[in-house]
């Protein structure tokens, strides 16, 4: 399968300070990246959807000016989490689907623990 | 609106013996496919399989098997001989079809079946 890579896969900062996340597609141009966050023993909350060269698509409750995310080529989109407090730590995952088969794949997901 | 419901939240097994995943879901739409994915502790997910909407043919991979019931909206996955490696949480997935490619559609995701095999 197409093969996504996200950096870091480990993150501690301290509270007020940014952090970004990198998600690549490596062998595949992806036009619409995912991006979740995942809290301890529960599902995937969608938090935006990405799309190259224009405005990401946030879903309701997601804080577009903390969660700033850019897609500027069909391989990389970034997440940067801004300020970021405690309560931000969490597991966030991304996600690209190559638009020839219909399965998303999926990064190896970054933890961010905001101390 | 879609709606994926797994209603097992964990199962524990002893090794060598089977565990079916439950998955159950709702759409209106008459195209979609249908996902699993595996997540071991590392916490990357792991595509496992898909099933489109027209194809109810069940499919055997190695001791995975799918069952895809159009008529109970039901896509249940089954482990036979389990191993310990075949921890992890298990997410069943929906995804409307698309009328052009495949990139834009959001995947719905269940809540997830944490499968522990016990040595």
């Known amino acids: 399968g197409a093969v996504v890579s996200q950096h870091p896969s480990w993150v501690i900062c301290k509270s007020g300070t940014s952090v970004k996340i990198e998600c690549r597609s490596l062998?595949?141009?992806?036009?619409?990246m995912f991006w979740y966050r995942q809290f301890p023993k529960q599902s995937l909350m969608l938090m935006a959807t990405?799309?190259?060269?224009?405005?990401?698509?946030?879903e309701q409750g997601v804080e577009k000016d903390k969660f700033l995310i850019n897609h500027a080529s069909l391989t990389l989109s970034t997440l940067t989490v801004t300020s970021a407090h405690p309560e931000d730590s969490s597991f966030y995952i991304c996600s690209a689907r190559d638009k020839e088969v219909p399965e998303a794949f999926f990064g190896q997901g970054t933890r961010l623990t905001v101390v | 609106a879609q709606k994926v419901t797994q209603a097992q939240t964990e199962i524990s097994v002893v090794e060598k013996e089977d565990v079916t995943l439950d998955c159950v879901y709702e759409t209106r739409d008459t195209t979609y496919y249908l996902f699993w994915y595996k997540q071991p502790p590392s916490g990357e997910l792991v595509f496992l399989i898909r099933?489109?909407?027209?194809?109810?043919q069940n499919e055997i991979s190695g001791r995975y098997s799918w069952n895809f019931q159009k008529s109970t909206s039901s896509f249940n996955f089954t482990i036979t001989a389990s191993q310990v490696v075949d921890s992890a949480v298990y997410f069943c997935a929906l995804s409307v079809y698309g009328v052009s490619n495949f990139g834009n559609e959001k995947l719905t995701f269940g809540t997830g079946t944490r499968l522990t095999i016990i040595p």
């Open positions: 062998d595949f141009q992806a036009t619409t």
């Open positions: 990405s799309n190259e060269g224009s405005k990401a698509t946030y």
């Open positions: 099933r489109n909407s027209f194809d109810e």
